[in-house]
Every structure is written in structure tokens, then in C-alpha cells.
């Protein structure tokens, strides 16, 4: 078992965010209008290989179905010159937080800054939404400049804890 430190963001206004956009051409976000599995699936792999997210590996597609049919959660995928790169689940709850729920790139779209702009499209997405307050966690599995990255676009720290956690052979 491993320590993990998972700390607890949170922006509470929209004048609040500090948006950085990508100097790429041909960034684009877009909503998924209607939910695809596979999709989901894939960008669940193919990002969270290096971060050791394996709670959802095991789900059949007729899980995933169930759980992007929810009424709460929206997927998005960041797309460079139309290849897609990245992608962001936001969930909102009952309370009027809008959660951003799984966020990040494929690796090799990782230190061209998409991550900045992706995470403003999420944070603005969340405030058009009808937001009250948009959150996100980031913990040690994440990749290292994960925390930094958040609070440069202007969350703010609000809990932190440590859990115990079993990281399989070759994970983070």
C-alpha cells in the first residue's frame, strides 16, 4: 500500500479564473452531444495509463453506458488540427458544484500548452453550466505539475487528506 495525497480545489467566482489559451492553430473543445462509450473508455486508457487510474479499467461498455447517460455528466474532447488529444468529464451535483471529474491529455500532446487551455474550456464550461462553484482534485499520482497547473488558473486549495492506496505492478 501507498500513500496518497489527494488535495481538494476550488474556484468560487467566475472573475476567479485566470484563462490561458494555446498558441497552437487548429485547438478546438466541443462537447460529446450525445454519450459513446468506447469513447470514454479510450480516453480513460489512454490518459490515465501513466497516473495508475484503474477504478473504471474493469467496466464493460454497458457500465460505461450507464454511467455517461447520467443527466449529471458531459463529456468533452480537446482535438489539435482534428486529432483528439485530450478530454475533461464534468459532473454536476445536486449542490450546484460542477465537478471536473477525469481532465487530461494523451502523452504525446503533454508540454504544448493544451492543458492550460483545456482546463480553461473545462472551467468555462462549468461557470456556463450554472456553476456555483467548479471543483477538482489532483493527487500524487498525478502527473507533477498538476497542483501548480490548477492554481495558476485560479483554484484554490481547500482540503487535503492522505489515503492508503494499492498501486498495481508498473503504475505511477
Not at 7 to 12: A, Q, R
Not at 96 to 124: C, N, P, Q, S, W
Request: charged share 20%.
Amino acid at each position: 500500500m501507498t500513500d496518497v495525497t489527494i488535495k481538494f480545489l476550488e474556484m468560487t467566482s467566475p472573475v476567479e479564473l485566470r484563462p490561458k489559451r494555446a498558441s497552437l492553430d487548429g485547438v478546438t473543445v466541443a462537447r460529446v452531444p450525445r454519450p459513446i462509450p468506447e469513447l470514454n473508455r479510450f480516453f480513460y486508457g489512454a490518459v490515465g495509463t501513466n497516473y495508475s487510474w484503474t477504478d473504471r479499467l474493469s467496466w464493460s461498455l454497458d457500465q460505461w453506458r450507464e454511467y455517461l447517460e447520467q443527466p449529471a455528466i458531459d463529456t468533452y474532447v480537446l482535438s489539435v488540427a482534428g486529432i483528439p488529444a485530450g478530454y475533461f468529464e464534468l459532473q454536476h451535483h445536486g449542490s450546484g458544484d460542477v465537478e471536473i471529474k477525469y481532465f487530461g491529455l494523451i502523452g504525446a500532446f503533454i508540454g504544448r500548452g493544451l492543458g492550460a487551455h483545456m482546463l480553461t474550456a473545462a472551467t468555462e464550461a462549468a461557470w456556463a453550466a450554472g456553476a456555483k462553484r467548479v471543483i477538482v482534485d489532483t493527487c500524487s499520482l498525478d502527473h507533477p505539475n498538476a497542483f501548480a497547473h490548477y492554481v495558476a488558473r485560479g483554484f484554490k486549495l481547500y482540503d487535503t487528506k492522505v489515503v492508503k492506496r494499492e498501486i498495481p505492478a508498473g503504475g505511477a
